[in-house]
């Protein structure tokens, strides 16, 4: 195995453990928000309008707030999923020059920016049923956007990856050679 690939792969693994970790944050995450959205209806009417005075959030603002929470650390979830599983097939097969790593790739990067359009949409139609109970008609802002950085990067990085299975499929593997022991 060549230097660079050896690198290569090194790097893979550390991103594997680093998408595992993620996702295991993402997780705490999200089941922490919905802890907190589900503990919102048992806050004591007169400690909650005290909290609220305090730090200016509105009880819809929080209600929100753990919504998007949840949705958002449950598709970054999914994507760290995916993508550990991706750098493990790579890692299992020595390689990321391969037709079916390449494919992937390919498929990661589109998982990714489906995931940023979802998490979007949904988002974007809990802020709009917020807008929409909120007394007052208060404005409630969520900052949020589509991604299309992560998705691209693995569909660029697949165009690499399946160049490199081809050059790899061209070149004929070098038979290895036998040492003789000569008396």
Known sequence: MSKTLSTIL???????????VIFIL?????????????????LDLAAAAEFIAEE????????????TGAVTCAGEAVFAFFAERYFGHV???????TFDG?????RLGVTS?????VVSVVVGLALAVAQLMSSGGAQ???DMSVSLTTGLFFMFMSLIFKYGAEVKAA???????????IF
């Open 26 to 42: 993402c997780i705490i995450g999200g089941a922490g928000c919905l802890v907190g959205l589900a503990t919102l209806p048992l």
């Open 140 to 142: 409630i802002d969520v």
């Open 171 to 181: 070149v004929p593997e070098e038979p290895e050679q036998k040492e003789e022991i």
């Open 56 to 67: 200016g959030i509105e009880l819809g603002a929080a209600y929100l707030a753990c919504i």
């Open 10 to 20: 090194t790097i893979f693994k550390v991103v594997k453990i680093v998408a595992k």
């Open 113 to 117: 920016i489906i995931i940023s359009v």
């Open 91 to 97: 890692l299992e097969s020595g390689t990321p020059f």
């Open 102 to 106: 390449a494919k992937e790739s390919f």
